[in-house]
Structures are given as C-alpha cells and as structure tokens.
C-alpha cells in the first residue's frame, strides 16, 4: 500500500481550471519532485495536499486513510488532516518574535506532543541535525536567509509528519545560500522522510528524487525516474521546457 494515494484532484480559481485530475502515489521514503514552468498548479498541488486550498473533487489518501474526498470537514478532522503534511514555504515564515528554539517548540507544545522537556531536547536534536545548534537563542532577524529556512525545516520536522512538502525552498535565497539547504534536504532523504519537493533545481531534482513529476497547464504531463524524464523525456512540453532551461542539465 502507497504511503500518500493521490487520486483526480482538480481545482479552479474563478473560471480558471488551475489543476485537473491530478494523481499520483508516493511510498513511504520516496522523494518526489514536482517541476515545470510557474503557472502549471505546482504550488496549489501542495497547498490542496497540506489542506490550505480545497479541491473541488479527488481523494487525498494517506495510509489507506481517505483524508479527504471533495467534501468540506470540521475544523477538529482538518487540523488532524494537516498533522500528516508538514510544509516548508519559499519565505520561511518564522515567528520573528520567537528566538529558533521557541519557533521550534512552539506548534509541539500547543499541541501536546509530549511534556516540555521531551519537545524541547527533541527540538534540540533537530536544530543539530540542521547544523544551527550554535544558533539556538538567536531570533529570525539575526539569521541568514540559508539559516532561517534550515529553522524552517527543522520546525515543520518537529511535528513528526508523515510526508515533508517543501514550496520552492531555495526561490527566496542568494546563490550562495541555495547550496546549504539543499544539502538539509538531501540529508532527510538519508534519513528514510518521505518528501514532495516542488522545485526550480534541475541538478538537485535529478540527483535526489525516485520520482519527478513534470506538471503544465494543470495537469501531470509527464512523470517518471529521474532518468526517464532528464534524459528521454516524451512529451514535447517536457523536451521544450528543457530546451529553455539554461542549467546545465
């Protein structure tokens, strides 16, 4: 049985079909990347998954459990959906009032994920795993853009979700910075996360994903091994949008 079973998602904004009939399955351990131009629904794919958007129709499955089927849920059984996906956005979206640490345990505590001292040497474990233990005390404003999105990381981690989702993770930083968070991610990868990962990375989508899903106008309009899509892609938008790309693939 697939960890996530995603199964004809579609949604519109006004008379704007955005994504239609989107499916897919993911295992658990599996790195999934999601490319393509801006536009293709690649963001709003993550947001029905993390229930920020509602699709109009589809199943989202996780576990054999139907968590959602196009019907509206009350706000109790949403928050519980959400605790399946963790999401790490392109802006880091830190509390700028709270130093890492507390950013970190924040969301465990109000939630009642174990007694404090449990969250908090959790949250500690975490914050090494991402290499910022020397930055435990400091606040988002003295932190670099690398190192706010490691935080970020580390906070959507500290709830234990079972598919980690990640929102262009390195569109908000310098060049420079990029390198740093893409080797958290790869990382997590050898640490067994399962993780959707929408990016504009060519090389690190090829290096680190077992699946890459390339999405246009809406809908999934090539999927495959890195391989397979990188090297004898079949569908003529997918050879295009390579053409166009000035990475050096």
């Known amino acids: ?12 904004f006004g008379k704007v079909d955005v994504l239609k009939d989107v499916s897919f399955t993911l295992e658990k351990g599996e790195v999934l990347s999601v490319i393509g131009s801006s536009g293709g629904g690649k963001t709003t794919l993550l947001r029905c998954l993390n229930f920020l958007e509602f699709a109009e129709k589809g199943q989202i499955i996780v576990n054999g459990e139907v968590l959602y089927d196009g019907v509206a849920v009350n706000d109790k059984k949403l928050r519980e959906n959400r605790l399946h996906f963790g999401l790490v956005f392109q802006n880091f979206n830190l509390f700028p009032q709270y130093n890492v640490l507390k ?26 795993r991402v290499g910022l233990s020397d930055k435990i005390e400091n606040y988002p404003c003295e932190l670099s853009g690398g190192q706010q999105q490691r935080v970020a990381i580390a906070r959507a981690l500290a709830l234990n979700p079972d598919i980690l989702c990640f929102d262009e993770p390195t569109s908000a930083l310098d060049p420079e910075l990029t ?25 690190f989508a090829k290096e680190v994903s077992d699946k890459i899903i390339f999405m246009a106008d809406g809908i999934i309009e090539e999927m495959g091994t890195p391989d397979e899509i990188f090297n004898h892609p079949k569908s003529e938008k997918t050879k295009a949008f390579f053409s166009k790309s000035l990475e050096n693939l």
């Not at 969301?107 to 914050?127: N, Q, S």
């Not at 390198?179 to 090389?203: A, P, Q, Y």
């Open 103 to 128: 950013n970190i345990t924040l969301a465990p505590k109000l939630l009642k994920k174990g007694t404090d001292e449990e969250i908090e040497a959790d949250a500690r474990r975490l914050i090494e």
């Open 179 to 203: 390198g740093e968070v893409l080797k958290v991610i790869k990382g997590l990868k050898n640490g067994d996360s399962t993780m959707i990962v929408v990016t504009h990375e060519m090389g």
């Open 1 to 12: 049985m697939s960890l996530l079973e995603v199964r004809n998602i579609s949604k519109s």
